[in-house]
């Protein structure tokens, strides 16, 4: 993260088309900002797990209370233009999943053109090498006759 600042603060120092982020409990939450002290994003699940679709909201109302970190800004305005095009196409979708379409996946593809979690790489990552250990050993039990269920390398 470039750049960290209470919403107040930060609203005075970035520009439309900027990857933003905030902490949540147990994730980072992400949404693209469009100026006018405005950000889209895709809220997500609710405390009730809830879904909610993409929106636009304050800085304020975005960053809940916590610091917002500036990730990246669109390299010209004109990158920033398409960013921001792209996220106001997307108001009111609602088809978030937490695995393959979540906020962060959001604003890389408004940002770069390509859906995208770095968190969700990460999560899956931690989990590829014990799950990898349990095939094998399950192999070394049962043998490699590709027939254990639910299994595949």
Not at 1 to 14: F, G, R
Not at 35 to 42: A, K, L, M, Q
Not at 117 to 122: N, P, T
């Amino acid at each position: 993260m470039k750049y960290t600042a209470a919403p107040a603060e930060l609203a005075h120092h970035i520009v439309p088309g900027t990857h933003l982020a905030t902490p949540r409990r147990g994730f980072v939450h992400h949404g693209l900002y469009v100026g006018n002290g405005r950000v889209i994003h895709y809220r997500g699940f609710d405390r009730l797990l809830r879904r909610h679709p993409v929106q636009e909201v304050s800085l304020n109302t975005f960053a809940a209370g916590r610091s917002v970190a500036v990730l990246a800004a669109a390299p010209s305005q004109d990158h920033a233009a398409v960013a921001i095009a792209r996220a106001r196409l997307r108001i009111g979708e609602d088809r978030y999943r937490l695995w393959s379409n979540n906020c962060e996946h959001f604003a890389e593809w408004c940002l770069h053109g390509v859906s995208r979690s770095l968190q969700v790489e990460a999560h899956r990552a931690r989990w590829q090498r014990p799950l990898a250990w349990m095939r094998r050993a399950l192999r070394a039990v049962f043998g490699d006759s590709g027939s254990t269920p639910g299994l595949a390398a």
